[in-house]
């Protein structure tokens, strides 16, 4: 398990956060996470992975564009309280908070581009999903909804 006594990153300060192991990182098989929606849609959102230390660091930072259905996920090894802000990030993001079952449990969206404005969890969290501004209500996604991946459940399925 890797410590760190503060990371600061793309759009977050997370004090004593341990990231996930690199061990964990050899069991996933792809890029992309599902989301199941509350009334049954199932969203395929293309992601980054950002898991180690540096990852984290740089995020999405300096980026003038994303590509629309695709973001980058944030995983840490235990659930905890998360705080992210836009210090060096260049485009609007939605900002979604995910626990350890999976489930979306905040959404913070159109976060401002530089905005050193702390944006906190809503209890712990596990992941932090970040997509363009806007989009997250363009996908229909919702608090309560669940998401799929490797790293953040074994229930995942292809």
């Not at 341990?18 to 996933?28: G, K, L, P």
């Not at 581009?113 to 996604?141: C, H, Y």
């Amino acid at each position: 398990m890797i410590r760190q006594t503060t990371l600061v990153g793309i759009i977050f300060i997370i004090s004593s956060c341990s990231v996930i192991n690199s061990t964990d990182v050899s069991r996933v098989s792809d890029n992309s996470l599902t989301v199941k929606t509350q009334t049954g849609y199932l969203k395929r959102i293309e992601v980054e992975l950002a898991i180690t230390p540096q990852q984290m660091a740089t995020g999405l930072m300096h980026r003038t564009q994303l590509n629309a259905k695709s973001g980058m996920l944030f995983v840490f090894e235990q659930p905890q309280l998360l705080s992210f802000w836009m210090r060096d990030t260049l485009i609007p993001l939605d900002i979604i908070f995910i626990t350890s079952g999976g489930l979306i449990q905040h959404i913070h969206p159109m976060a401002k581009p530089g905005d050193l404005t702390r944006i906190f969890s809503k209890g712990t969290a596990k992941a932090v999903l970040e997509i363009n501004g806007g989009e997250s209500e363009l996908l229909g996604l919702q608090i309560g909804d669940k998401v799929y991946h490797p790293l953040l459940s074994d229930e995942y399925n292809h």
